[in-house]
């Protein structure tokens, strides 16, 4: 099946440093991958959804400048959080679209992130 | 507005059978999905459903009704590993996932 990895798995970082995250598709092509963030006993929130070679677009509410978002190629997507701060502290999880899976227009999942801003 | 229901937990036993339900209300609807979330981890997909009817996986089933706007997940022959919380998402016709809060299912011995 379809594979989606992240690195890193986790992460601690000083108060206004700024930190990257990368989702690869591991044996499959993602025209268009999701980046979600996921608080504790929360659902997922969705952040931006990425296209490859184009702009992300951003849900409302979420900094574009704060949160950068790049998807050079089909298999990977960075985001990075800039001068990140204590509130950044979360679950970040990025997913990818399959469009060769059929009908089915399934997302699948990396396994995650956790970032802790102390 | 879009609006996902699922209960928020549930208990059974092992080697029972439990039924997690959805209702949606979304603008447009391009297919159901049920993904299972371990804590601490991300989601993996578990269903599929576009069409109305029953889709069968080993243990797990999904069902969908699209006039009634309901779909549930039932899983058999539960086992310890099931403990989990198990999240329905609706894709919106701007082909947008919109997330239920996750039924989070307690598995007793």
């Known amino acids: 099946g379809a594979v989606v990895s992240q690195h890193p798995s986790w992460v601690i970082c000083k108060s206004g440093t700024s930190v990257k995250i990368e989702c690869r598709s591991l044996d499959f092509q993602a025209t268009t991958m999701f980046w979600y963030r996921q608080f504790p006993k929360q659902s997922l929130m969705l952040m931006a959804t990425?296209?490859?070679?184009?702009?992300?677009?951003?849900e409302q509410g979420v900094e574009k400048d704060k949160f950068l978002i790049n998807h050079a190629s089909l298999t990977l997507s960075t985001l990075t959080v800039t001068s990140a701060h204590p509130e950044d502290s979360s679950f970040y999880i990025c997913s990818a679209r399959d469009l060769t899976s059929g009908e089915t227009d399934t997302q699948y999942f990396g396994p995650g992130t956790r970032l802790t801003v102390l | 507005g879009q609006n996902i229901d699922q209960p928020t937990e549930m208990t059974a036993t092992e080697g029972a059978i439990v039924q997690i339900n959805c209702t949606y209300q979304?603008?447009?609807?391009?297919?159901l999905f049920w993904y299972q979330q371990h804590a601490g981890e991300a989601p993996t997909f578990l269903s599929y459903?576009?069409l109305d009817g029953l889709e069968e996986k080993g243990r797990f089933s999904s069902f969908l009704s699209r006039s009634k706007g309901y779909s549930y997940l039932l899983l058999k022959e539960l086992q310890m590993k099931d403990s989990a919380s198990y999240l329905c998402a609706c894709m919106d016709s701007n082909y947008q996932l919109i997330w239920g809060a996750g039924t989070k299912l307690i598995i007793k011995p």
């Open positions: 979304t603008s447009g609807f391009n297919g």
């Open positions: 459903n576009v």
């Open positions: 990425s296209n490859e070679g184009s702009k992300a677009t951003y």
